[in-house]
Structure formats: structure tokens, C-alpha cells
């Protein structure tokens, strides 16, 4: 099992919905990160975060450390939203960071 | 805001040639950067970490005589795969924390694609 588990995979959403993508972890953290990775391969910060919830335009992140547990929310996706969300984790006992497999977002207009 | 600029974009090479992959900070003084390679569909993987002026710091099973780090200045740290192979080809890619490794985001360069042939 991986330490770091995203769902879903793969998700399709036509413009305007709500998204939610999901990401759960094993190992004790200081910090939690949402990353987005565009098709060209390039990785954009999106939030960091340790404790509660964080909002930047219309994108949210919210974390639940008793429960190891993260969202990543849009509101009124949009097609430019469709891109690679990852999720990553750094470990308090190794201080490196550890990425889950990513959650691929496509956007229909 | 923080910039991190990596080079090039993308690669060709033919099987035992080396290649150099550069990352620069722009407008911060990286004393750490992070070098990470991604194969389809997977997470990234962290290969090794360099730290300027001193020697680079590489994860398990990862050759550090076929990948070579140089970080010789705060702005500047490039990776070199030597002799490659096809097995090598991948998506490298680098980061570098602005602050402290510990509260600082992530800035990430926009990443290599190495095809070797």
C-alpha cells in the first residue's frame, strides 16, 4: 500500500461543477502540499499546508491531521483547471517528501 | 514571485552520450535543490538532493556515478546523465524551497523530458 493514496484516478467534469479530489496518507507529517502538473509537465504549487483549510480564488484545501486526510476543491471548474493534482506529504521521520501518484482532471466545456 | 528555470525543455540523445540538465533560481538563492525524475502515469521520485558546495546527497539505488549533481552556486545546479541509456528516459525534473526546507512551497522548474535512443 502506498503512504500516499489519491482518489480518484481519473476525473472527467463538465465546466461549472464542483470538483473534490481526495488524498489520504500513513505517515506522521509536518506538511501536506497540492501541486498541479500540466499536460506539458511543468509543477505549480498550489497550497501548502499543516492544519485547517486554506482558499486561494477558487481553489480550497482543507486537511484533517487526526483522520490523515486531505481535499483539494474547485468551485466553477473551468477547462483550464484540467491538468495532473498531486498530492505530497513530507515525513517527520525522514523530512523527504513523499508524492502520491497524482489525480488527472479533465474539463469539458 | 519565486522562479526556478530549468534547461532544456526537452531531449534526444543517442545511447552512451551524456546529457547536462540545468536548473537556475532566478530571483532567490537556492542552497538546496531537489532533483526528481517521473516515469508515465507515476509519482515523481526523488533521485538525489544538492546542496551548494558540498556534495550532493542521493536516494537508495540511485548511481551517483551515472548521475552526476553539481551545485556550484546559489543559483545555479545542474544534473548530468552519463553514458545513457533507453532505460533513462524519463521526466527530470527540480525543485527548490525559497526558505527553510521545512515551511517553505515548493518551486518547481518546468522539467526535462530525456528521450535516449
Known amino acids: 500500500k502506498n503512504e500516499v493514496e489519491q482518489s480518484p484516478q481519473n476525473l472527467t467534469a463538465q465546466e461549472g461543477e464542483f470538483i473534490t479530489i481526495n488524498c489520504s496518507y500513513s505517515v506522521g507529517i509536518s506538511a501536506l502540499h497540492w501541486l498541479q502538473q500540466h499536460p506539458g509537465g511543468g509543477i505549480v504549487s498550489l497550497f501548502m499546508?499543516?492544519?485547517g483549510k486554506k482558499k486561494h480564488g477558487r481553489l480550497i484545501a482543507t486537511i484533517n491531521i487526526q483522520e490523515k486526510h486531505s481535499s483539494l476543491h474547485i468551485t466553477a471548474s473551468h477547462p483550464r483547471d484540467s491538468a495532473v493534482y498531486i498530492c505530497a506529504v513530507r515525513s517527520v521521520n525522514t523530512d523527504k517528501l513523499i508524492f502520491g501518484t497524482g489525480t488527472r482532471l479533465q474539463v469539458f466545456p | 514571485g519565486a522562479v526556478v528555470s530549468q534547461h532544456p525543455s526537452w531531449v534526444i540523445c543517442k545511447s552512451g552520450t551524456s546529457v547536462k540538465i540545468e536548473c537556475r533560481s532566478l530571483?532567490?538563492?537556492?542552497?538546496?535543490m531537489f532533483w526528481y525524475r517521473q516515469f508515465p502515469k507515476q509519482s515523481l521520485m526523488l533521485m538525489a538532493t544538492?546542496?551548494?558546495?558540498?556534495?550532493?546527497?542521493?536516494e537508495q539505488g540511485v548511481e551517483k556515478d551515472k548521475f552526476l549533481i553539481n551545485h556550484a552556486s546559489l543559483t545555479l545546479s545542474t544534473l548530468t546523465v552519463t553514458s545513457a541509456h533507453p532505460e533513462d528516459s524519463s521526466f527530470y525534473i527540480c525543485?527548490?524551497?525559497?526558505?527553510?526546507?521545512?515551511?517553505?512551497?515548493?518551486?518547481f522548474g518546468n522539467g526535462t523530458r530525456l528521450t535516449v535512443t
Open positions: 499546508l499543516s492544519s
Open positions: 525543485s527548490a524551497p525559497v526558505q527553510s526546507l521545512y515551511n517553505s512551497p515548493l518551486h
Open positions: 530571483d532567490f538563492q537556492a542552497t538546496t
Open positions: 544538492s546542496n551548494e558546495g558540498s556534495k550532493a546527497t542521493y
